[in-house]
């Protein structure tokens, strides 16, 4: 017997088909797949939100965080749901979908993005480090507060780093930040916040 394989999901289908049970899913490949944050994964995100929001505020930045978000990146049949964005909304009244579907499909709306790190490290330090390059997102933090990361990514002994990739002429340079390093943000400059404030967020 000849089993059938499954067409892939476009994008289309993606926002069509979204599940409507409170989940929260990302297109990979053309395939839906679920993703089930940790209790301490999201401990880390609401550290990082209440910071970036307070910074907003005393700067009076014109950006945003939403509560969700689908970033519609260049390669087909791909969409991410970060776990946090910086949105500039000045940008959003030419986003096409941004009223129907809360998604970005232009570089310009999105300022930065944070991946927490869970079990699915490869798919931060991977696809997405390349796709959110490609988009041409200006600066990507991935937060690996339990160090899953290869030992490519985040050195030896491996030990809880964040890795801010700020993009110049259209490439991420990376900065790895530990302990009581300052993070330092092009996005946010005037940031004082600490990796270890980040990291140990969850504990």
């Known amino acids: ?4 394989i499954p067409k892939p999901l476009t994008f289309e289908d993606f926002l069509e088909q979204y599940p ?10 053309g395939e839906m797949v679920e993703v089930n944050p940790t209790g301490s994964h999201e401990e ?8 970036m929001n307070l910074e907003i505020r005393r ?3 014109t950006y945003f965080l939403p509560r969700t978000c689908t970033i519609k990146p260049n390669t087909p049949n791909t969409a991410y749901k970060p776990d946090v964005v910086v949105l500039d909304r ?3 009244a030419a986003e096409p979908l941004w009223e129907k579907a ?3 499909t232009r570089r310009e709306s999105a300022q930065l993005v944070v991946e927490v790190v869970s079990t699915n490290w490869r798919d931060d330090y991977g696809h997405k480090l390349t796709d959110y390059e490609e988009f041409g997102i200006a600066e990507y933090w991935i937060v690996d507060f339990k160090a ?9 002994p491996k030990v809880p780093t964040v890795s801010v990739y700020g993009l110049i002429d259209g490439e991420y340079q990376v900065s790895r930040f530990r302990g009581s390093d300052r993070i330092l943000s092009v ?3 005037e940031l004082q916040i600490t990796a270890e404030q980040i990291l140990t967020a969850a504990s």
């Open 1 to 4: 017997m000849v089993q059938a």
């Open 59 to 61: 700067q009076q930045l």
């Open 102 to 104: 809360s998604t970005i």
């Open 187 to 189: 996005i946010f400059p």
């Open 44 to 51: 880390v995100v609401a550290y990082l939100v209440a910071e």
């Open 20 to 29: 409507d049970n409170g989940g929260i899913y990302e297109l990979i490949n």
């Open 90 to 92: 000045a940008a959003l």
């Open 148 to 156: 899953l990361g290869a030992t490519r990514y985040i050195g030896s």
